[in-house]
């Protein structure tokens, strides 16, 4: 793939990515002010999800058989037309069902945009480039976060929505440009599809538990960080919006430096001080006090997640050839990260509404603990690839 056709799906990842993260601030105070439960906004984040973990292993094996091309429209297009429906509706039951629709057809956007960069890296360097898609979202997050609360407290909630669908749209246009000039078409597949394994196969399925145990906590802060933030400091939506957008600009500022650190001294050190870090913050979460506090802390958990992230996105990927990479890194988005984050959106809620907000982030810390003690004692036994 060459330099150019790298961009084209760079940049229309990056505009998908804007709009979803124009959402991420106002969801949950949009659903408290329509008087929903944090239990019930718990299952609504985990049904978007869900259907997430669906669409992502769907699109990537898609995208390595008909291109990607189709996949990004599913993500553009059908998306922006998808948020939408937020300004349209506010019956409990069809708020779940458009949860359901923008996780389907959101996901289309990640399996095959982290498959073309995986194929294209260079032999060694793979985690600096799957660290691109971190620092993508990353910026996407910052971009989106930041005037999300100012234009919900200013123009309303659904000025949010109208905007986010806007830019989903416009990278739609530019699916549709790049159709005929930048966008890869499919790999030439060679027989049916195997992970070809460079290491065990239990190995691979207890690297997928530990991230589904890391992501567990990210579950809990998409949903219920806004809500323990404003509930705890009294911010406004405006500096709730200021507080993501730091989340993503440290996660910008450090993924490619975390990625280059992975290639040199080896991914598996890199999860296992991802882990602990995530663990440390979302214990802090759980004591924060104070604005200032909350901004600290979000930086320490970002700089856990680019750790993380990048690395073990490279260690899966070594098990795919490179004509499956859609499919394996779908696969990957789908099983290990989306269960964690499913079962932290759900459980998080749940756990909240019995015992606070201290105890869903406490719940938190516990899970990358977990994760942390399941990677040291498995990798103490048996050396693999790094």
Known sequence: MTRNKQW???????????A?????????????????????????????????????????????????????????????FTVLLFTLVEELFYIFIIFFFWGLFRSAIFGPSRGFIAAGAPVGKKTTHLAIVTAIIAVSSSLGALPSGYIAEVWGFR????LSSAISLLGGLLVLWGYKNTIPVKYKLQGKFKLKLNYQTKALTLQCLVTAFQFFGLGIIVAFLPLLVTGRTGVSMTEVGILISVRGLVAMLFSLPMGMLADRIGNRVMMIFGLFTT??????????????????????????????????L?????????????????????????????AGSALGG?????????????????????????????????????
């Open 20 to 80: 979803m993260s124009l959402l991420h601030p106002i969801l949950p105070l949009y659903l408290t002010a329509l008087e929903i439960a944090p239990e019930i906004i718990g299952l609504m984040f985990s049904l978007s999800m869900i259907a997430m973990a669906i669409g992502e292993g769907y699109w990537g094996w898609a995208a390595d058989r008909v291109g990607a091309w189709i996949p990004l429209a599913v993500g553009t297009f059908l998306c922006g």
């Open 350 to 386: 749940f756990i909240w509404s019995a015992w606070g907000g201290q105890a869903a982030f406490m719940a938190g810390a516990v899970s990358s603990l977990l994760g942390a003690f399941i990677f040291i004692a498995f990798f103490k036994l048996k050396k693999i690839s790094t």
């Open 314 to 342: 490279s260690l899966f990927s070594s098990s795919s050839p490179s004509e499956r990479q859609g499919t394996a890194m779908g696969f990957y988005g789908a099983i290990c990260e989306n269960t964690g984050i499913v």
């Open 8 to 18: 084209i799906i760079i940049t229309i990842f990056g505009l998908a990515a804007v």
């Open 159 to 162: 000025t949010v929505f109208y």
């Open 279 to 312: 663990a440390l913050s979302m214990f802090a979460f759980s004591l924060a006090s104070s604005f200032a506090a909350f901004i600290a802390i979000v930086v320490l958990y970002n700089i856990g997640y680019t750790a993380f992230s990048p690395a073990a």
